[in-house]
């Protein structure tokens, strides 16, 4: 699986396997519609006065046609990359619909399209 991890040395080793187990489900996905998508995440860990930290990571997903990139961040490690994540589809559907659509059949029919896109 072609996911690159950035600063990989900040999450401990109860984020980890949340890591892999989210990042792999989701990079199925994605690469069922895009072929050959390398996804590209960094992340950075906020360290509080409290017993809580914070979580921001920065995703970016390059394919041979597209790039797409998001970013979110949250108090929950799985709740931040789950956000991330899911922008990431978002702005995928936002431009497949739009991409090509000339005539409002064509448009009709790759929105469609897009509305079946990873479910």
Do not use: Q
């Not at 895009?34 to 394919?63: E, N």
């Not at 790039?67 to 929950?76: C, G, P, Q, R």
């Amino acid at each position: 699986m072609p996911i690159e991890y950035i600063d990989l040395k900040v999450l401990g080793d109860e984020e980890k396997p949340i890591l892999n187990k989210l990042a792999g489900e989701y990079y199925r996905k994605i690469s069922i519609k895009f072929k050959d998508p390398k996804l590209i995440l960094k992340f950075k860990k906020y360290k509080a006065t409290g017993k809580r930290v914070k979580y921001s990571i920065h995703a970016r997903l390059d394919s041979p046609n597209l790039l797409a990139s998001a970013e979110a961040f949250d108090w929950d490690f799985a709740r931040a990359l789950h956000k991330v994540m899911k922008k990431v589809i978002n702005e995928l559907k936002h431009r497949y619909k739009l991409e090509g659509s000339r005539y409002r059949k064509k448009r009709a029919g790759l929105k469609r399209k897009a509305g079946r896109f990873l479910e």
